[in-house]
């Protein structure tokens, strides 16, 4: 296990095409991070030039003590787990975990205690002899894991990989996955769009946008701290309403509005779209000024499930501490 | 269409049993007049059920081949057949299969340029190509050889493109797997693609066994001597003048011994030749 710097990496395709713009992260060894963001934002590009599938234009990666930057991914002691698996068709699932380990010239003995032993963290030990096609997507996914775990790498990547599986098998696989991080302590690098799977698997979490790293934090405390409009609006579900207020854009998490009288409306809500959820009810609307215009912001306001939701007005207010305050120009956050 | 006219499903059957009959009579007349002596195929009308001395005029083709004509036996035909059938498709595969994992998987200055050098060849096939292609062979002394037979053959796109094809189906994150667990270029060719090329190559082994087997103007050109000729020139060279002095039930004998490998290719590789067609193994 080793921990992993990114200092100001930087790729380009050409000299105007730059999809990332200088990222630095130490990460910590045994540490999972999760690489957060929309598609398009390099947070794929990011991990595959720490894998060496990628070449770095300019900055450095360093994997424990050694830059890797010249390095082909078999030297870089890594695994990596693909979004569609990329288990080698022909093989059998153990053929397939097996397969790097001939590579490196283990005796067959070692070979198949690691894959029996990998096989069994999986529960895999049926499925040995079968081909990837005779599998189910889950069970093709532990492959894939497996093929990664055998290895016993410094580093896990994985590329998106829980994406091409159903949403239940997604929350087992992410239970799984934790198990598996507290089971081997192994530092890895998480790439997902999925804002939930960022925020239950991450200590901690590199929110991308357009190739820039926008915040770099514990799940929690990007949540409660956003630091920039991007992540305001990119983490939470439905995300943090931003409303410009004196010059300034305040912004208020949806469970941070309360219904009120309306001699104490802090905001007021024109309500126009009501989503009851069964253990809430999201409410949306547009901010209604007195004498307003109709072109102001879409706020969301999630109410207890028992509140009378309709359309129409709806007073609501939210506690001070929980206004947070942006730069409208910059995105940035202002601290007061 | 699944429709309930009795009408209609007879007319159907109907058509295409005589469609049947229209390729499957001359075949049998091929076969019934390789079973009888000349005098017999000579009369009007001829015999239209098999007489007796097939094993005679088999034997006879076989070993000592026909007395006017071509003299040499069918059976050192047969084997030059085999041999430009099989060294085609096997030449061609390995050179292709090569030159796609190339094309496909490498970066190179010029790939493009090469890949339609390779593609614009599709457009001269043997025939047009072939006075050239004459003059180069008898220079380079290869006229009456298996080498000559083969060789000039054997460079094609088709099977390039083919692999090319199928490889660009085949998911990068495969070949980025193998790098990752550390399988060099060769490698990953060896233990990854071509086990999944399995299908690929074997409908090409069918389609160019066949090519190979039934080419008529090419060796046709460059055999002059007896014992380099294959099976389909043998028939062409044992048809002499007048229809009086041509073997003919020997010739028939020539001819579906002639026509018995590729079916049985056909017939043997037919499950894995409809598999590399349709399905890829992916």
Redesign the interface.
């Known amino acids: 296990m080793a921990a992993v710097s990114l200092r100001d990496v930087r790729k380009s395709y050409t000299p105007e095409l730059q999809v990332i713009h200088g990222v630095n992260m130490e990460i910590k060894d045994g540490e999972f991070v999760v690489i957060l963001g929309p598609s398009g934002c390099g947070k794929s590009t990011l991990l595959r030039m720490v894998a060496g599938l990628e070449t770095i234009t300019a900055g450095e990666i360093a994997i424990g003590d050694r830059v890797v930057n010249r390095l082909e991914p078999k030297d870089r002691d890594i695994a990596m787990v693909f979004q569609n698996y990329a288990l080698y068709p022909h093989m059998s699932v153990y053929d397939n975990m097996a397969y790097g380990l001939r590579i490196r010239g283990l005796s067959s003995s070692e070979i198949s205690e690691r894959v029996n032993k990998a096989a069994e963290i999986l529960e895999l030990g049926k499925f040995l002899d079968r081909k990837p096609r005779a599998l189910s997507g889950g069970q093709r996914q532990r492959v894939a894991m497996g093929r990664a775990i055998v290895r016993e790498p410094q580093v896990f990547l994985f590329d998106e990989p829980l994406s091409n599986l159903d949403a239940k098998l997604r929350v087992q696989m992410r239970g799984e996955l934790q198990a598996l991080h507290r089971r081997l302590g192994t530092t890895s690098l998480f790439v997902t769009h999925d804002q939930v799977e960022a925020m239950t698997l991450a200590q901690r979490m590199i929110v991308m946008n357009a190739g820039r790293a926008e915040q770099i934090g514990a799940p929690l405390e990007v949540y409660a701290r956003p630091a920039t409009t991007f992540v305001a609006g990119f983490i939470g579900s439905p995300p943090m309403n931003l409303i410009p207020k004196d010059g300034k854009l305040l912004g208020v998490r949806p469970e941070h509005l309360e219904p009120c009288a309306a001699s104490d409306a802090m905001l007021t809500m024109d309500v126009d779209l009501i989503e009851p959820l069964g253990a809430d009810i999201i409410v949306y609307g547009h901010e209604g000024k007195p004498g307003g215009d109709g072109s102001s912001a879409r706020i969301a306001a999630r109410l207890p499930a028992d509140a009378k939701a309709q359309a129409g007005r709806l007073a609501v207010r939210y506690a001070p501490q929980n206004a947070h305050w942006f730069d409208p120009a910059s995105g940035k956050r202002i601290d007061a | 269409m699944v429709e309930n006219r009795p009408l209609l499903t007879l007319w159907s059957h109907a058509v295409l049993i005589v469609g049947i009959a229209l390729v499957a009579f001359p075949l049998y007349i091929t076969f019934v007049a390789s079973t009888h002596t000349l005098e017999e195929i000579l009369k009007v009308p001829m015999p239209l059920l098999p007489g007796p001395h097939l094993w005679e005029n088999y034997s006879q083709v076989l070993a000592s081949g026909t007395t006017r004509g071509a003299t040499a036996p069918v059976g050192q035909m047969m084997i030059n057949s085999l041999v430009m059938a099989l060294v085609i498709p096997l030449g061609k595969m390995a050179i292709s299969v090569i030159s796609a994992f190339a094309i496909v998987y490498f970066r190179f200055p010029l790939r493009n340029f090469f890949f339609w050098m390779i593609f614009v060849t599709l457009m001269l096939p043997v025939e047009v190509r072939i006075i050239p292609t004459f003059k180069v062979i008898a220079d380079l002394g290869m006229l009456n050889s298996y080498a000559g037979l083969t060789i000039p053959l054997i460079a094609s796109a088709t099977a390039t493109f083919l692999f090319r094809q199928f490889f660009m189906t085949i998911?990068d994150?495969?070949a980025?797997?193998?790098?990752?667990?550390?399988?060099s270029p060769m490698?990953f060719f060896m233990?990854?693609l071509l086990?999944?090329s399995k299908t690929t190559m074997a409908a090409l082994f069918v389609i160019q066994f066949i090519y190979g087997w039934n080419q008529y103007l090419w060796p046709l050109l460059i055999t002059t001597d007896e014992s380099m000729y294959t099976s389909v020139i043998g028939i062409k060279r044992m048809i002499v003048g007048g229809d009086a002095l041509t073997e003919w039930h020997l010739v028939m004998a020539t001819a579906i011994l002639a026509m018995l490998p590729p079916a049985l290719v056909v017939m043997l590789m037919q499950k894995w030749f409809v598999k590399g067609l349709v399905e890829t193994?992916?």
């Open positions: 998911p994150e495969l980025e797997a193998a790098r990752v667990d550390g399988a490698r233990d990854v086990p999944l193994e992916k």
